[in-house]
């Protein structure tokens, strides 16, 4: 909310600023903070997109815990890509939506990427291999 300035000169109207307040009182919510269902849902209804991020999470810890680590890490790098585009693709997603839409967008995505590529690097027997990596392992050894 802008902050008057004092009155203008001439005119018996006050001038509104543009600047931000140099003491704020609250925080503004994130955009698409807002409920994913009508208020008239139960709680879990309200935040199915946090819910699923969290659940396909979870579930990527139980095959990591019952010995599957590349398929549980793959699983969590997918949840975590997964949360990133019902962060771009719905209006309101609830308590998923902690800062900006891009920078949600940015980091959940950029963590699902690095997990999901380190997932696939993981030895032995890694699902993707990058010729580089062995020349620098080589040369710093």
Known sequence: MPAETGKAAGSGRSRVSRRF??????????????????????????????????????LGLLIVALDGFRIG???IGIAMIGGAVLRWALPSVGMLAVRSRFTDMFTYGGLGLAILLLAMLAQPHAWLKIPFLDDILHFTV
């Open 73 to 75: 890490t793959i699983l």
């Open 21 to 58: 307040p140099q003491f704020t009182r609250d925080t503004a919510r994130p955009e698409g903070g807002g409920r994913a269902a009508p208020g008239g849902a139960p709680a879990p209804a309200r935040q199915w997109p946090l819910l699923v991020v969290l659940g396909l999470t979870g």
